[in-house]
């Protein structure tokens, strides 16, 4: 499995409901189309920013869906959610999962 953590801070004007809303529906309507998502976790971090976590069946699947963002309307409202200069990104690779 992979998991994709992106984190970033909203743009201006951007409510936590603004991206909620974008999120639901870029999750409907392009990411539940990519070959291998398994999920998607927003999470809020203490000073207001966020890391998401998006796990992936396998790297493969992650850099695939990573190069079919282009596939994304330039004026979809989920490209507008972030301040683009805060967000970072890397793929990390599960080599073991400890569960209840």
Do not use: C, R
């Not at 493969?60 to 967000?87: G, R």
């Amino acid at each position: 499995m992979t998991i994709d953590i992106i984190s970033y801070k909203l743009a201006d004007g951007v409510s936590h409901d603004d991206l909620i809303a974008s999120a639901t529906d870029i999750v409907e309507t392009w990411m539940k189309k990519q070959e291998g998502f398994i999920s998607w976790e927003i999470n809020k971090n203490n000073d207001g920013s966020y890391t998401d976590f998006v796990y992936w069946n396998s790297l493969e699947d992650a850099n695939k869906a990573t190069d079919n963002m282009s596939q994304i309307p330039e004026d979809h409202k989920w490209l507008t959610v972030y301040d683009m200069s805060s967000v970072t990104a890397e793929k990390v690779e599960t080599v073991f999962s400890f569960n209840k």
